[in-house]
T-cell receptor, first 113, second 113 residues
């Protein structure tokens, strides 16, 4: 089974802190994605990556950055956390282009106080 | 650009009744369509997908969905609801020539005894 592991299930951070959310997948997937999930808004794409050291902006990249130094790891960075970034963050991975679904991690619920 | 609209943010059915969750998509190219389920405090799990071929697709837990191009719909059904079906369901779309998936806002299914 493909496994996508997010390093933390719950995080509480202070406004202005730099926050790192880590995601690791173990099936050699080319593609990795970061979404945030908010009630009534579904999943919104923040950033994605099709290859090592490659990144593309999704629909809501403002206030976030990403890093993909190794194929299996995709990190989401909140440069200066704000209360409106309180959310559930979901990481996903998939094979290359085609009709493949995504495999999701269990999510990180981030609260910024 | 692709998008998904899920009609009804909440659906409530009685145990044993038909489940119908509605999804309409917009895509300028032939779409790949997906349904995911999310149980509380978990990530998303793939229920079923349509890529090509047979328009009626069967998934896990007795769910199925039918791709209707003329109606741009991909509604999810299950003949008889079970208490364990209570969860949030997300419809998603992506196209063959890219890899970023777009999700609907989700439908929360409640099953009454």
């Amino acid at each position: 089974d493909v496994k996508v592991t997010q390093s933390s299930r719950y995080l509480v951070k202070r406004t202005g802190e730099k926050v790192f959310l880590e995601c690791v997948q173990d099936m050699d997937h080319e593609n990795m994605f970061w979404y945030r999930q908010d009630p009534g808004l579904g999943l919104r794409l923040i950033y994605f990556s099709y290859d090592v050291k490659m990144k593309e902006k999704g629909d809501i990249p403002e206030g976030y950055s990403v890093s993909r130094e190794k194929k299996e790891r995709f990190s989401l960075i909140l440069e200066s956390a704000s209360t409106n970034q309180t959310s559930m963050y979901l990481c996903a991975s998939s094979w290359d282009r085609g009709g493949y679904g995504y495999t999701f991690g269990s999510g990180t619920r981030l609260t910024v106080v | 650009a692709q998008s998904v609209t899920q009609l009804g943010s909440h659906v409530s059915v009685s145990e044993g009744a038909l489940v119908l969750l509605r999804c309409n998509y917009s895509s300028s190219v032939p779409p790949y369509l997906f349904w995911y389920v999310q149980y509380p405090n978990q990530g998303l799990q793939l229920l079923l997908k349509y890529t090509t071929g047979a328009t009626l697709v069967k998934g896990i837990n007795g769910f199925e969905a039918e791709f209707k191009k003329s109606e741009t719909s991909f509604h999810l059904t299950k003949p008889s609801a079970h208490m364990s079906d209570a969860a949030e369901y997300f419809c998603a779309v992506k196209s063959a020539n890219n890899n970023d998936m777009r999700f609907g806002a989700g439908t929360r299914l409640t099953v009454k005894p």
